[in-house]
């Protein structure tokens, strides 16, 4: 992990400062803005239990903890210091239907458990129903409404949706929106 420690405002006088006292190159100038660069090693355990039947029916259920007990890096290169990546507790659950021609899948879970948040900004909830190229989604994110539409060309599949994240520190303060678009072509697998 590298980074800068603190945080500058693009147009305030911390980095004019920086830049005013001489620097000389690109590796001066993240060493006067707290560069540090270090690594770790992190421990993430889950499991995922599923259940299907009559090959119409799925449910999966699962648990994760990433990063168990804190992952603390060791400083390599600069002077600041590097931040823990704190651990967190998930669960969550999922249920689809597939009737051939359409399918439905519907799904939640609850993270980060163990951050002390409230209840609705860790709980994630989301819906796709489906046909053999088009599939809409529909969620919710931590507070947030979300949709969008994926078309499946076989060899090319393409996403594209709107989303809302939360950017201030409780449920309601500051929504902000955002897009999304991801093409992936050749995405394709196979048993063995």
Do not use: C
Not at 8 to 36: C, Q
Not at 79 to 107: C, E, K, R, V, W
Not at 154 to 170: A, N
Request: proline share 2%; charged share 20%.
């Amino acid at each position: 992990r590298e980074g800068l420690a603190g945080k500058f405002n693009l147009f305030g006088t911390s980095l004019l400062n920086t830049i005013s006292n001489g620097v000389e190159d690109y590796y001066e100038f993240r060493d006067a803005l707290g560069y540090a660069k270090g690594s770790s090693w992190g421990v993430d355990i889950g499991s995922i239990y599923k259940v299907t039947w009559s090959e119409m029916f799925t449910l999966s259920v699962g648990f994760s903890i990433m990063d168990m007990f804190d992952t603390q890096f060791s400083v390599e290169e600069g002077t600041a210091d590097i931040p823990d990546q704190d651990m967190m507790i998930n669960t969550g659950m999922a249920f689809t239907q597939d009737f051939g021609l359409f399918h439905y899948t519907i799904s939640m879970d609850l993270h980060p458990m163990n951050h002390g948040l409230e209840f609705f900004r860790m709980y994630h909830a989301g819906v796709e129903l489906g046909l053999p190229i088009l599939s809409l989604y529909g969620g919710y994110n931590g507070g947030n409404l979300s949709y969008g539409v994926g078309i499946n060309l076989w060899v090319m599949k393409l996403y594209g949706g709107f989303y809302e994240v939360e950017r201030g520190v409780d449920l309601g303060d500051e929504s902000e929106q955002r897009g999304l678009l991801y093409l992936s072509i050749l995405d394709f697998s196979f048993d063995a």
